[in-house]
């Protein structure tokens, strides 16, 4: 097209008109028919570049506006989308010096601060991100998408409640805004505050009904708040609207895995893998899945490839660690390399920060002690500590009491009034929870988790207490240099296997814990089975993860030797009917007729109670002895029969055996195992008189006594806190 000088003004305003309607072809041919009559024209050359770079050819566009830039430096705008040009070719810091010069060219240019922002966000440069956001919206009024991308980038580094105020300005500004909704509800649902997500997902999917990663986030909020049924259909909706991504089928796998239906939720992450191979976090919650299954050898393979794709998944590293605890043959150095691998990786980057013990003195006031825990309710690792930690305040000692959990019950109540300070922390990350533990200056920090599910390793490996101390909910050594010392007893880890442990060993006199069983009203206590006329029912009441070769075996050998006999096998993943099928294959295959099992899955606590006293004699697995479980078995009046190995984890219901004073339990071999299992079988006097007599017994003994507990322990943490 050939233009005159004197219709150069007009072709130009065709052109501008052209390019804002959209039409990018007929406006790209009038910028070059004014650059043919005035190759010098600085606008059309620039404004041609922006048609090239909104057509998808950075390249062209970059020469043309560098162009206009020579004949015309001092032009903010061209700068700016030079800056948008280099960007979308991934020339990331010449981008950065663009966006900076269109700004020194004119300091109120908010869209040139808000492409700054974005070039330094994919840089990685985040601090200088939110530099530029927060001046781009101070610049210009109601400017929404720059408070949006502000929220996103203080999201990222973890600053959340910067993050939430963020992104409601920018709600505030368009609320519309669907994406800023879908983010809010997403920061809202990792701050562990699944009603409000809810509301603002809710919001986004009013505007936007197949907006699939609000309804993966919802699937998630309503999954938190009990609402399993509407966590499906949510999920569901999700993978409707985005079949090809991923997040979705991972959400829909985790509804599933929660409500037990592992064989469902597998399919879903199978799925996803299917989509995506190299995602890690499908790798791993697959890996949990076959660990819920009892299949230790696919578990253990996937949480390999999921650290093979990401080794940073500190998480999946400790769910290493723990399977090695069910591996047959396992020892105690095993364990402790295991862990000690752990904190290799994800504990040793932050040992020059600890926090030193404070200075030698005498103490005055009480001992402020910090108990971290996600387990603050109805839960075996609360209920193992319960009654030591109401019995404690009355040793001198003043309780901050930090919960990992959104849940609340009876026993959060009862754990909130032993606390001088109740501290609630799922929506810190490690980083902050450790800042927060370091400005409250306790002088001891206890873990009731360790490497299991709400454990935070990542906070104890930070050491903001001086002394650091793991009890109750884990089963085996932390492995982490910051940890002082483990709560053990005699029992756990006997004379000579310290050097097994990181930590240093406290033996509590009795039993490292005290529980706290059910009210004995609501739990009468019922006559053996067998003597009421039925067959003899042997039974296990543990996880399948716990069970494996040597175990069947040995169950094979007790119902052959007692013909007629049953067994009841009673878990949550049995509730899945695929993880049924599964299980009736392996025990026919390791020669248990299935027609003599009978399989239950999830009940309510006092229910799963009543179904211990519906067995003759319970049979604890090996190598990872039953540890609740056999409690509650002990305080229906039921036999244990337990096989005991050189691990923490395998010696569980020998502690708890031997304190309550049960004898004839304890095996010395499989063979030995399979003899007083039978023993116990033929025995119905014996039986009767364990029931009438047990329950007393512990209630009355050290098993159940949380004062004496609390006296000991208390004794041993003030000695860890005095010079050495």
């Known amino acids: 097209m050939t233009v005159v000088m004197a219709t150069i003004q007009e072709a130009m305003a065709a052109a501008v008109a052209h390019h804002q309607a959209g039409r990018l072809g007929e406006a790209a041919a009038l910028y070059h028919g004014v650059l043919d009559a005035l190759p010098g024209h600085a606008d059309a050359a620039h404004l041609l570049g922006v048609v090239h770079l909104q057509s998808g050819q950075p390249e062209r566009a970059v020469t043309l506006i560098r162009g206009a830039i020579q004949h015309n430096h001092r032009v903010a705008d061209y700068h700016d989308n030079l800056g948008s040009a280099l960007k979308s070719l991934g020339r990331l810091e010449e981008a950065v010096a663009a966006h900076r010069q269109a700004v020194r060219l004119r300091p109120d240019f908010a869209q040139a601060l808000y492409n700054l922002g974005n070039a330094l966000e994919a840089l990685g440069r985040l601090e200088e991100a939110v530099t530029a956001f927060r001046q781009a919206a101070a610049r210009r009024p109601g400017y929404a998408r720059a408070r949006f991308n502000l929220g996103n980038v203080l999201a990222a580094l973890g600053r959340r409640a910067d993050a939430d105020d963020a992104y409601r300005a920018a709600l505030a500004d368009d609320p519309t805004f669907v994406e800023a909704h879908a983010n809010r509800g997403a920061l809202l649902l990792a701050l562990e505050r699944p009603r409000e997500a809810a509301a603002d997902l809710a919001r986004a999917l009013a505007l936007r009904p197949d907006h699939a990663p609000a ?124 862990h000690r691998d752990w904190d290799r990786v994800h504990g040793a980057p932050h040992r020059g920060r600890w926090v030193k013990p404070g200075k030698a003195g005498a103490r005055k006031g009480p001992l402020t002690v910090a108990i971290l825990s996600g387990d603050f309710r109805r839960h075996p690792a609360g209920l193992f500590a319960l009654r030591t930690v109401e019995a404690l305040p009355g040793q001198d000692i003043r309780l901050l009491l930090y919960a990992n959990q959104s849940e609340s019950d009876d026993v959060t109540g009862r754990f909130r009034k032993a606390a001088a300070q109740w501290t609630p922390v799922t929506g810190l990350t490690d980083a902050e929870l450790a800042a927060r533990i370091r400005h409250d200056r306790p002088d001891v920090l206890i873990d009731l988790a360790g490497h299991n599910a709400r454990g935070r390793p990542g906070v104890f490996a930070r050491k903001p207490a001086p002394v650091q101390v793991a009890w109750s909910g884990y089963m085996a050594t932390t492995g982490l240099a910051a940890m002082d010392a483990l709560v053990a007893d005699r029992h756990h880890v006997p004379e000579g296997m310290e050097a097994f442990y990181a930590e240093r060993v406290l033996r509590m006199p009795d039993a490292f814990i005290a529980y706290d069983p059910p009210d004995v009203e609501e739990l009468p206590l019922t006559p053996p089975p067998c003597l009421s006329g039925g067959p003899v029912t042997f039974g296990s009441f543990n996880i399948l993860t716990k069970l494996n070769d040597g175990v069947l075996a040995a169950w094979a050998a007790i119902l052959g030797r007692m013909p007629g006999s049953r067994l009841l096998m009673k878990t949550k993943a049995l509730s899945c009917p695929d993880t049924a099928a599964l299980w009736r294959g392996r025990l026919a295959a390791a020669g248990i007729d299935p027609g003599r099992v009978t399989m239950v899955g999830a009940t309510a606590s006092l229910d799963h109670m009543r179904w211990c006293a519906s067995v003759d004699v319970a049979l604890d697995p090996f190598p990872f002895s039953g540890s609740t479980t056999t409690l509650e078995t002990l305080w229906m009046g039921v036999p244990v029969v337990t096989l005991p190995g050189e691990t923490f984890s395998s010696r569980h219901s020998l502690a708890f055996l031997t304190v309550a004073g049960v004898e004839g339990c304890i095996a010395a071999d499989p063979a030995d195992y399979v003899e007083r299992a039978v023993a116990w079988a033929g025995d119905g006097q014996g039986l009767a008189d364990l029931r009438r007599t047990l329950r007393t017994r512990m209630a009355a003994g050290p098993l159940c006594d949380g004062g004496k507990l609390a006296a000991a322990l208390a004794g041993e943490l003030r000695a860890l806190t005095l010079p050495h």
């Not at 949510?234 to 991923?246: C, G, I, K, S, T």
């Open 215 to 338: 309804l993966s986030n919802l699937a998630a909020a309503r999954l938190a708040l009990g609402d399993r049924d509407g966590a499906e259909l949510a999920a569901r909706h999700a993978v409707a609207a985005r079949p090809d991504l991923a997040d979705c089928l991972l959400r829909l796998g985790e509804v599933r895995q929660r409500a037990d239906r592992l064989g469902a939720a597998a399919d879903a992450y199978r799925t996803a893998l299917a989509w995506n191979p190299a995602l890690a976090e499908a790798q791993a919650n697959l890996a949990l899945v076959r660990q819920g299954q009892g299949l230790l050898d696919a578990a253990e393979a996937g949480n390999r490839r999921a650290l093979t794709l990401d080794p940073h998944l500190a998480d999946v590293r400790s769910n290493l660690a723990y399977l090695l605890l069910f591996r047959p043959g396992v020892t105690a150095a095993a364990v402790l390399e295991a």
